[in-house]
Antibody
């Protein structure tokens, strides 16, 4: 069974940093692109970032470009999202999701999400 | 980027009724690169439909997707109590992938 388990969320002050992790199991992790998708409280879904299976290609939404860095460790079956210079508008539940390619495709499955709250 | 507009925002129906949810794209979505997701309160989204009309593994036959170009539809033939949730469409034809704002399906 494919499973994705996020961790690392929490309360952080504006301007602070946080690193999210997503532990994957049940599939050949290195063969699949992975993405982060976020959902602000009571709002819809926003794609944040994606990475190819090898980790050689990365993509970002304009809203986080230069602020967030996606990476993966295929030896540990783990996906990461380093978030720097956090702003109030980054407050959201962050989901990791298994993709098709880094630039296209649907997401299946999704992790349960980890809540990031940016507030003083 | 492609903007997806879902309608209606909220749909109030009773169990056993038919639900029709719409997703309209700001430009043509080629090759029917459109997916639908269901999200229940406090849960992550889950994939229902990909390729506009292909059901994901384990999805009941009462869920069907159709459409092409700029107009897509998710139909639930006979609503079950567990179908009341929020539904999102997503296009993956053009980068960045984008989602619609969602349709809330509520019990009447």
């Amino acid at each position: 069974e494919v499973q994705l388990l996020e961790s690392g969320g929490g309360l952080v002050q504006p301007g602070g940093s946080l690193r999210l992790s997503c532990a994957a199991s049940g599939f050949t992790f290195s063969s699949y692109a992975m993405s982060w998708v976020r959902q602000a409280p009571g709002k819809g879904l926003e794609w944040v970032s994606a990475i190819s299976g090898s980790g050689g290609s990365t993509y970002y939404a304009d809203s986080v470009k230069g602020l967030f860095t996606i990476s993966r460790d295929n030896s540990k079956n783990t996906l990461y999202l380093q978030m720097n210079r956090l702003r109030a508008e980054d407050t959201a539940v962050y989901y990791c999701a298994k993709g098709i390619t880094a630039q296209s495709g649907w997401f299946d499955p999704w992790g349960q999400g980890t809540l990031v709250t940016v507030s003083s | 980027e492609i903007v997806l507009t879902q309608s209606p925002g909220t749909l109030s129906l009773s169990p056993g009724e038919r639900a029709t949810l719409s997703c309209r794209a700001s430009q043509s979505v080629s090759s029917s690169y459109l997916a639908w997701y269901q999200q229940k309160p406090g849960q992550a989204p889950s994939l229902l439909i990909y390729g506009a009309s292909s059901r994901a593994t384990g999805i009941p036959h009462r869920f069907s997707g159709s459409g092409s170009g700029t107009d897509f539809t998710l139909t639930i033939s006979r609503l079950e109590p567990e179908d009341f949730a929020v539904y999102y469409c997503q296009q993956y034809d053009s980068s960045p992938v984008t989602f619609g704002q969602g349709t809330k399906l509520e019990i009447k």
